[in-house]
T-cell receptor, first 113, second 110 residues
């Protein structure tokens, strides 16, 4: 199993550009989530999904959209990038509920100029 | 909302010294999980504790869950350079969510 994969690993955007961070898992996990990690702030939940077709907002959802058309994929869209969105983004999945063991992807390092 | 406070934020130790990080919640947690993130890496699951007063060991690592299920600790005996990284706790909240602490960054001087 590949586990949780994320692409790209690195990305530089200009303010106002849009892009999609890809996340996929091959473990048939129902629960998937996106976190951003900033120095001193820990992991903050952006959006999550409890299954295909179901998404919900986390702690810091503004400026991001998600969709879950399949169990495997959970892309994160930045609508109009801002410098405040410079961060490391992690996708995670777990079997069953949000309180199960989280399997994290390798992360995407995003810089917005 | 519910928060899980983790201390200290940073810890610098000499190789061979012990290390402890603590997590505290003002409300009862359904479970506590611990993760390790190596520099430049992603968080990796270490362990989950569910029962009140539970203690689990993994080689030099000892994990405890408090009697009231509001606090937890991770203790590393005789640290090694391979222990370097950030250790996160994550508590199961009352709304079915998982609440991450902000992490303790451990550095080990050889």
């Amino acid at each position: 199993n590949a586990g949780v994969t994320q692409t790209p690993k690195f990305q530089v955007l200009k303010t106002g550009q849009s892009m999609t961070l890809q996340c996929a898992q091959d473990m048939n996990h129902e629960y998937m989530s996106w976190y951003r990690q900033d120095p001193g702030m820990g992991l903050r939940l952006i959006h999550y999904s409890v299954g295909a077709g179901i998404t919900d907002q986390g702690e810091v959802p503004n400026g991001y959209n998600v969709s879950r058309s399949t169990t495997e994929d959970f892309p994160l869209r930045l609508l109009s990038a801002a410098p405040s969105q410079t961060s490391v983004y992690f996708c995670a999945s777990s079997y069953g509920t949000s309180q199960g063991t989280q399997y994290f992807g390798p992360g995407t390092r995003l810089t917005v100029l | 909302g519910q928060q899980v406070m983790q201390i200290p934020q940073y810890q610098h130790v000499q190789e061979g010294e012990d290390f402890t990080t603590y997590c505290n919640s003002s409300t009862t947690l359904s479970n506590i999980q611990w993760y390790k993130q190596r520099p430049g890496g992603h968080p990796v699951f270490l362990i989950q504790l569910v029962k009140s007063g539970e203690v689990k060991k993994q080689k030099r690592l000892t994990f405890q869950f408090g009697e009231a299920k509001k606090n937890s600790s991770l203790h590393i005996t005789a640290t090694q350079t391979t222990d370097v990284g950030t250790y996160f706790c994550a508590g199961g909240g009352s709304q079915g969510n998982l609440i991450f602490g902000k992490g303790t960054k451990l550095s080990v001087k050889p």
